[in-house]
């Protein structure tokens, strides 16, 4: 079954709902490099020829994707981009999102995606996050010296390819040697994750800091300030469960942190350019990809799904194997 609004004939071969939309093949890193990489993912989804997906993309932290194949084009916040990667790749520092980007994929494609941990980009000579919020670049235009793109080439063996890209990931970490985050960027991520309306005053009193020095933190390793990430987060957890990328009994709890109807619709209006309605009956399959990342990270961070735990929202059948 094809999902209403997609192109007909799309594959996946790294995983897909029951319907059919595609999914990434994606996981926890190897616990030595999670104080820096929170998630590693790959993409490989074929086109038929002429057809093309426009879409979008939302996440909170900076990733580095190496894409394969087709024309993309990114409409950052200093203009509309273009990306050519072809057979070769090219390597692209995504900064965090403070809404949904508009993404256009013109054809068939191969993603590598790392997704950082908040606070793991500093001793990785990357920007600072608030410098490069809803922005796209080539990856040495964000460490400022010529970089060439990773050896990451696709592996017609999912588990292989993204086996391959941790370990490289682990060879320029050990060269790298960086410090490890702050523990109250890790513990404020978790609260992200975790409980996205708890109290900033009692987390700021639990850490024994005051909010001015809680507001200066985030500020400085998420971009920005406490205060939206967690609206943030919130509209991220209930995009998710809007697009089926959620427990079975996840949709009503997140429709509870909001006062109403008029608020709910509001926040989707304001992080996603739609309406709820719209949005859970779209196609959405670039959001979906990156949402599902996300939402993986934050079940096990709750321990509702264990690191090797089928998820319920995707197709056994259509699992790399």
Request: hydrophobic share 40%; glycine share 8%.
């Amino acid at each position: 079954m094809t999902a209403l609004g997609m192109p007909s004939g799309i594959v996946s071969a790294t995983g897909s709902t029951p319907e059919g939309m595609p999914l990434s093949h994606n996981r926890a890193p190897k616990e030595c490099l999670q104080p820096w990489i929170a998630r590693l993912g790959v993409t490989a989804v074929t086109l038929p020829e002429g057809q093309s997906i426009s879409c979008g993309a939302f996440t909170e932290f900076p990733v580095i994707r190496v894409i394969y194949g087709a024309t993309w084009t990114a409409a950052t916040a200093s203009g509309l981009k273009t990306f050519e990667p072809g057979s070769d790749g090219l390597a692209l520092y995504f900064g965090p999102f403070t809404k949904k980007m508009e993404l256009s994929a013109y054809g068939s494609f191969k993603v590598v995606s790392i997704n950082l941990a908040p606070g793991g980009m500093r001793d990785l000579a990357l920007p600072d996050p608030g410098s490069v919020t809803d922005e796209v670049m080539l990856l040495h235009s964000a460490i400022g010296e010529h970089a060439p793109v990773p050896d990451l080439a696709p592996d017609d063996d999912a588990t292989v390819w993204i086996g391959s890209v941790e370990d490289h990931i682990a060879t320029e970490i050990a060269k790298a040697d960086p410090s490890r985050p702050p523990s109250i960027v890790e513990d404020f991520e978790t609260l992200c994750l975790t409980d996205p309306g708890a109290s900033l005053d009692d987390f700021a009193d639990a850490h024994r800091i005051t909010r001015r020095t809680l507001e200066r933190v985030i500020g400085r390793e998420f971009g920005v300030s406490p205060r939206f990430a967690m609206r943030r987060a919130r509209a991220l957890d209930m995009a998710a469960a809007l697009l089926n990328i959620a427990m079975e009994d996840e949709e009503a709890e997140m429709h509870l942190r909001y006062f109403d109807q008029s608020h709910l619709t509001r926040e989707m209006h304001q992080f996603f350019g739609t309406t709820p309605g719209k949005l859970k009956k779209g196609p959405n399959p670039l959001l979906r990809i990156n949402l599902e990342i996300r939402q993986s990270r934050r079940l096990e961070m709750l321990e509702r799904l264990g690191c090797d735990e089928p998820r319920p929202w995707r197709d056994p059948e259509a699992e790399p194997r």
